[in-house]
């Protein structure tokens, strides 16, 4: 079956570390891969992009590697702050336009 | 770069009855989405609606229960029908839109709906 899993527990982190998220998919052969931030009463907010012939891709403090052969995405977002709290989710982008979302992390930085 | 006004915010209805949710761009698209997350979920693809064209359904999805509507190049509604409370969910719009060298997708705020 089709599945995108994120860490389904809330990553729990201190202020000024790095946060690292994980999105594995499998039975999908997306064109690309997408990671958005939700935060609570709102829709997504797309983040990034990464094509499947990129490795990586940074913006600012955030960056995602996207590995097509281990059918994986980290997403990492370094000098953390208790105003990236949110829920981050990957989304897979098939060759149908359609996106297709994980599970989605809590992610909690604290002072 | 674009906004997606969705219409209403929240709402609270009977079971039995309908909801239409409206969702506004404010640029020209081709391709509209309409997702669903219930509490503590991810988000679920109900259908996708293209101008002109009858919405695609994703599986257990059927248009007599969320029928599509798609005038336009700027506007889409989804209607909730006969809503039990296993309806009770937050249902988002979204559109492909192109900015910034790339097709971005952009949501709409959502609307929290339960059923009573």
């Known amino acids: 079956s089709q599945k995108i899993e994120q860490n389904s527990e809330a990553l729990n982190i201190q202020e000024g570390k790095t946060a690292t998220l994980t999105c594995n998919y499998t039975n999908y052969s997306p064109a690309y891969l997408q990671w958005y931030r939700q935060d609570p009463g709102r829709g997504p907010v797309f983040l990034l992009l990464?094509?499947?012939?990129?490795k990586e891709k940074r913006k600012e403090r955030l960056k995602v590697t996207f590995d097509t052969t281990l059918k994986q995405s980290l997403f990492h977002i370094t000098a953390s702050q208790p105003a990236d709290s949110a829920t981050y989710l990957c989304?897979?982008?098939?060759?149908?336009?359609?996106?297709?979302f994980g599970t989605g992390t809590r992610l909690q930085v604290f002072p | 770069s674009a906004v997606i006004s969705q219409k209403p915010s929240r709402d609270i209805c009977q079971r039995g009855t309908s909801l239409t949710i409206q969702c506004q761009v404010d640029s020209q698209v081709t391709m509209m989405f309409w997702y669903r997350q219930q509490p503590g979920q991810s988000l679920t693809l109900i259908a996708t609606?293209?101008?002109?064209?009858?919405?695609?359904?994703e599986s257990g999805f059927v248009i007599d229960k969320f029928p599509i509507s798609r005038p336009n190049l700027t506007f889409s509604t989804l209607t909730v029908s006969n809503m039990s409370p296993e309806d009770s969910s937050i249902y988002l719009c979204?559109?492909?839109?192109?900015?910034?060298?790339?097709?971005?997708?952009?949501f709409g705020s959502g609307t929290r709906l339960t059923v009573v």
């Open positions: 989304a897979l982008v098939l060759d149908t336009d359609k996106l297709i």
């Open positions: 979204s559109a492909l839109l192109w900015s910034g060298g790339i097709y971005g997708y952009t």
């Open positions: 609606a293209n101008q002109g064209s009858e919405a695609t359904y």
């Open positions: 990464i094509r499947e012939n990129e």
